[in-house]
């Protein structure tokens, strides 16, 4: 088998998949083979996990079978040689495939956001102490407490540093949320913005809000899915006391 020179290229595609746990072959083709034919970004995958540098795998989303794509230990060695031996606890396996994806598309939709200054993965939160980072989006998390995205955002003359997206695609059990509303307020965090897979879900995040005496009124808000990704002029993001956070579209989400 022939050997496999790593080139910038391959870099950008570690980087890119580093940050986000997994991704689909048509978004590693927008962010970095926009310019080149599909069969050439596809021959050089193949490459890759040939090597043993990314792993594809199969899901099944709406009743189709989809591949996407993880990165190895082999490719973070290669992305960051110095700081290799920091990054080892670093977990590059996606535990929830439809979770993660879905997360990439918030993240790719945030990006069209006027506000939007900046916006880092989880991955990114947790390797904050290596990574270069912006300090003061810092967020001190616990294990179980990581968020799925942290935006910085610019309102009027305010600057947010700390405003966490949680992506929810079902009800977990009730004493997690309680818990994790009450350690909103133990910490400088702005304000948490749920995109939830449906309306009910919604709903009853709401009515948990209120077994949380302590919550600051207008400190989490929400919007469905299909509201989030289908809004091309503002997304509105409502709290339980109907206070609103818009965000204006600019441009597209690719």
């Given at each position: 088998m022939a050997k496999v020179f790593i080139n910038l290229r391959d870099l950008e595609i570690f980087e890119y998949i580093f940050k986000r746990k997994i991704v689909e072959g048509q978004e590693i083709k927008n962010a970095i083979f926009s310019n080149v034919a599909s069969s050439t970004m596809y021959r050089r995958l193949r490459k890759l996990i040939m090597?043993?540098?990314?792993?594809?795998?199969?899901?099944?989303?709406?009743?189709r079978i989809r591949v996407?794509?993880?990165?190895?230990?082999?490719a973070l060695k290669s992305l960051y040689p110095d700081i290799f031996d920091k990054l080892k606890g670093i977990k590059l396996k996606s535990d929830s495939i439809l979770h993660d994806l879905a997360v990439n598309k918030v993240a790719r939709k945030f990006r069209t956001f006027e506000e939007t200054l900046d916006l880092r993965f989880e991955q990114e939160i947790v390797a904050k102490n290596v990574l270069d980072f912006e300090p003061s989006m810092s967020y001190r998390f616990s294990y179980r407490r990581k968020p799925d995205l942290v935006l910085q955002m610019c309102k009027g003359d305010t600057i947010y540093n700390k405003i966490i997206i949680e992506y929810e695609s079902s009800q977990k059990a009730k004493s997690r949320y309680v818990s994790y509303f009450n350690y909103i307020n133990e910490s400088d965090i702005n304000a948490v913005l749920y995109v939830c897979k449906s309306r009910a879900l919604i709903k009853t995040l709401k009515s948990l809000e209120q077994d949380c005496y302590s919550l600051e009124p207008n400190t989490v808000f929400y919007i469905s899915e299909e509201e989030f990704l289908n809004s091309n002029k503002i997304v509105s993001f409502e709290s339980s006391k109907k206070k609103k956070i818009n965000?204006?579209?600019?441009?597209?989400?690719?």
């Open positions: 090597r043993k540098y990314l792993v594809q795998v199969g899901y099944t989303e709406n009743s996407a794509y993880m990165m190895t230990n082999k965000f204006k579209v600019i441009s597209d989400a690719t």
